[in-house]
């Protein structure tokens, strides 16, 4: 999987065998267009048209065997989980989820998943999210003053989980 955010909460994700392009619109200006959309399988703008599900009771969908897999990946699962929150399902990859407002309500599903918190707030929404479950990985997505915060005050509560720094434009694996 790797993640990369242009700004605000605009990301390009290779997730699944695909890319998918979150929210072009909300890019920076300076930030070039066509480098967000490059190669693009799918395009979504937060918020609009994704189903809604119950982050609680969610699972993971099971792997495609390989008896039934056809020539091309199975299309990422996308899904809300409630205002400003998007939950991506890939087979061979973590779940990821995109948290750029209030934290939902998670399942244990959440100890596996790869979470991005994007906008402000990051050391608040970082605290409540490790105090509710702790995931594989914590993205932020932010203002260097936001990340700043957000480093000195959550490391000591993530019991073994990673956390990392986006910076805009660059490409990071996961």
Same mark, same amino acid.
Not at 43 to 49: A, D, L, S, T
Not at 82 to 93: N, Q
Not at 134 to 139: D, E, F, M
């Given at each position: 999987?790797?993640? +990369?955010?242009?700004?605000? +909460?605009?990301? @390009?994700?290779? =997730?699944?065998?695909?890319? =998918?392009?979150?929210?072009?619109?909300?890019?920076?200006?300076?930030? $070039?267009?066509?480098?967000?959309?490059?190669?693009?399988?799918r395009? =979504? #703008? @937060?918020?609009?048209?994704e189903?809604?599900?119950?982050?609680? +009771?969610? &699972?993971? &969908?099971? &792997? !495609? &065997?390989? *008896?039934d897999?056809?020539?091309?990946? @199975?299309?990422?699962?996308?899904?809300s989980l409630?205002? $400003?929150?998007?939950?991506?399902?890939? $087979?061979?990859?973590a779940?990821l989820?995109l =948290?750029?407002g209030?934290?939902?309500?998670?399942?244990r599903?959440? !100890?596996? %998943?790869?979470?991005?918190?994007?906008?402000?707030?990051?050391?608040?929404?970082?605290?409540?999210?490790v $105090?509710?479950?702790?995931? @594989?990985?914590?993205?932020?997505?932010?203002?260097? %003053?936001?990340?700043?915060?957000?480093?000195?005050?959550l490391? %000591?509560?993530l019991?073994?989980?990673g956390?990392l720094?986006?910076s805009?434009? *660059?490409?990071? #694996?996961?």
């Open positions: 999987m790797k993640l +990369t955010w242009f700004g605000n +909460t605009a990301f @390009r994700l290779h =997730i699944g065998g695909q890319i =998918i392009v979150l929210d072009a619109a909300a890019a920076p200006n300076g930030v $070039d267009a066509a480098e967000v959309l490059s190669g693009a399988d395009v =979504i #703008e @937060r918020n609009v048209n189903p809604l599900l119950d982050a609680r +009771t969610w &699972r993971p &969908r099971p &792997r !495609e &065997r390989l *008896l897999a056809g020539d091309l990946p @199975r299309p990422v699962d996308i899904w409630g205002p $400003d929150c998007i939950l991506l399902d890939a $087979d061979e990859d779940p989820l =948290i750029a209030p934290l939902p309500t998670l399942g599903w959440a !100890e596996k %998943a790869i979470v991005i918190l994007a906008g402000q707030q990051l050391m608040r929404r970082g605290e409540q999210l $105090d509710a479950v702790i995931p @594989r990985l914590i993205a932020l997505a932010g203002s260097d %003053a936001e990340v700043e915060a957000a480093f000195i005050q490391p %000591a509560k019991d073994g989980a956390l720094a986006l805009p434009g *660059l490409a990071v #694996e996961v």
